[in-house]
């Protein structure tokens, strides 16, 4: 098992920067609270993230996106600024300098949009922050994922894994499927 595996880790409020690597909001209110939020495609993926968030303390309220995409969001909590100000430093969603992903976050980014494409695992982006998808590459690549970005004509915009040895290291940091249902979607 890795050190950095999202098994080897105490859950922390701070691996819902995995939720910012995908789709995930973050808004504030008057800049002493946050609430983050993450529409996704299957009602499996929202019960996952509802017992995610159980396992770091966070209520999760679950809902109906305005897109009528299952969705699940937090209240807003004091505990959220932090990652409110890394990722929206101005007006719009932005990776943090320096990003450093570990097992944990990219376990809820694996349960917020990974899956199986052609030729490879798929963790999903922000169609809505393009901005973001650059730096995310260069984030897994650091941590030794190197990964192609696909754009929406080619299933994405994504972050494509290929390769044996590639999908084995992200199996050791993500870990096991965390329900029945998401087995099928889940790297092994």
Known sequence: MSF??????????????GLLCGPGQVVRFARAAARLSVAVDEPWRRAALAAAFAERGVDAELGVSEEEHPQVRTAFRTDL???ADAWTPGAVKAVPVGLALDGAVLRLWALATGRWVENGYLLGLDPGAPETHEPLVQAVTRIGLPASLLGVRAGGPGLRLTGRRRIGRLVELVGRAPTPASEPHWPV
């Open 81 to 83: 600024i932090g990652l």
């Open 4 to 17: 950095f595996s999202a098994e080897a880790m105490q859950p922390g409020v701070a691996d819902l920067a």
